[in-house]
């Protein structure tokens, strides 16, 4: 079955400072892979997506994802951090074979000290 | 507009009573999708549409749920009996693309069942 592991639940970064957000997943096949961000009182938004190819994945607002196969994980990486960033960001894997459904991750909520 | 829309965007509501709530998709997006966030939680799953059909409603927690597309634009979600259990934020999800396709999301339906 698939499944998505976010292991940090918090995490908190000065501004200017690099950021990166672990993502591992369960799959039986080359996966699908996104990130989402969600912002308080907004819905979620697509940062980035991995279908195939390049395994380094750039997104908006300044991010980038790294596909590693051999470690299953989508890491989400950022080089410096602006206040603005502060939300909560989920990774999403799908949809698979025989399957519709994207399953997320129970997200990880960044915090930016000034 | 131009996304994802839903209503009502707060819901109160006693235990036991019946709720519906509504999502309007990306004109032109043939899948659907409906999800669950509870506080601290990543969106869980619930159906997926694909046009009128239910592709996949395996995410339904019980028989208290149901949803429509009639006509393959507009869907609804139908909760029978409310349980305070069901408190959480609904969102709705539409994609143009199956398997491949970003996930439109909406800003969310937030149920609180007293």
């Known amino acids: 079955a698939q499944s998505v592991t976010q292991p940090d639940i918090h995490i908190t970064v000065s501004e200017g400072a690099s950021l990166e957000l672990r993502c591992n997943y369960s799959?039986?096949?080359?996966?699908?892979l996104f990130w989402y961000v969600q912002s308080p009182g907004q819905g979620l938004q697509l940062l980035l997506k991995y279908f195939s190819g390049d395994t380094l994945v750039q997104g908006i607002k300044g991010f980038e994802a790294e596909f590693k196969r051999s470690q299953s994980s989508f890491n989400l990486r950022k080089p410096s951090v602006h206040w603005s960033d502060a939300a909560e960001y989920f990774c999403a894997v799908g949809p698979g074979s025989g399957t519709y459904k994207y399953i997320f991750g129970t997200g990880t909520r960044l915090k930016v000290l000034a | 507009g131009a996304g994802v829309s839903q209503t009502p965007s707060n819901k109160v509501t006693e235990k036991g009573k019946y709720v519906e709530l509504r999502c309007d998709p990306i004109?032109?997006?043939?899948?659907l999708y409906w999800y669950r966030q509870s506080l601290g939680q990543g969106p869980e799953f619930l159906i997926y549409f694909q046009g009128t059909g239910a592709a996949d409603d395996s995410g339904l927690p019980n028989d208290r749920f149901f949803a429509v597309r009639p006509e393959g634009s507009v869907s609804t979600l139908k909760i029978q009996r409310t349980e305070r259990g069901d408190s959480a934020v609904y969102l709705c999800a539409s994609s143009s693309t199956v398997n491949t396709g970003e996930l439109f999301f909406g800003e969310g339906s937030r149920l609180t069942v007293l």
């Open positions: 004109s032109g997006h043939t899948a």
């Open positions: 799959y039986g096949a080359t996966p699908y």
